[in-house]
């Protein structure tokens, strides 16, 4: 089990998709059975290490499909777009890291009409919980790791933020997970982590009047 690395000063912001800002009803234990894939298995992993290229093609034809019929219907998540505001107004950059093909994640963003500074999809990188498109932005925007948080709603996205040693935000969507104690902070919905950042501002600002004085 990991320990959550503390939450400091945040001067970016990466996301999850799928549950976090947009809705996804993707049912994959459902989708393992028709792959054949168990249980315990990841199935981008799975996929990934299948030696006949013609079937894992195949493969990766299945859940492509299944995942832009998702992204067709997929709805917004209750308070995302002002949370999304909120970073914008204090020019906190924002990305989002999914392991969604890029195209579903194109159109769920694109649908939504959603803003991002980047949009990074499993075809960049190795998925998560693997940790290196969160780096990647991390390089990208010139800031150290501790002072990005990577907000998701699984322990894929708990882990890879603890392997790029970045704070992590755990939205439950008020169903009971078993994993909260590996979140830096835990909200219910993103109207929290809202919460969260605005007294960080107030907090700084409140800091720099007394210097000011």
């Not at 790791?145 to 996205?157: A, F, T």
């Amino acid at each position: 089990m990991s320990t959550p690395i503390p939450c400091n000063m945040i001067s970016g912001v990466i996301f999850d998709l799928d549950n976090t800002l947009v809705s996804s009803a993707l049912d994959f234990d459902w989708l393992r059975q028709q792959l054949s894939c168990a249980a315990n298995i990841d199935l981008l992993q799975y996929i990934a290490d299948i030696p006949d290229v013609t079937h894992r093609k195949q493969l990766e034809e299945k859940v492509i499909e299944h995942e832009l019929a998702d992204a067709r219907q997929s709805t917004i998540m209750p308070e995302c777009e002002n949370l999304l505001s909120y970073l914008r107004q204090q020019k906190i950059p924002t990305a989002v890291v999914t392991r969604n093909c890029a195209q579903a994640a194109k159109l769920k963003i694109d649908h939504h009409q959603l803003q991002f500074d980047r949009i990074v999809s499993r075809e960049e990188f190795p998925p998560k919980p693997a940790p290196d498109a969160l780096l990647d932005i991390a390089q990208q925007w010139q800031l150290a790791p501790q002072n990005i948080l990577y907000v998701g709603d699984y322990i894929y996205d708990l882990q890879a933020a603890f392997r790029a040693n970045m704070p992590s935000c755990l939205v439950t969507n008020g169903d009971d997970v078993c994993f909260t104690n590996q979140a830096s902070m835990v909200v219910q919905q993103l109207d929290g982590l809202t919460d969260i950042l605005r007294e960080q501002t107030c907090m700084l600002q409140r800091e720099h009047d007394s210097v000011e004085v």
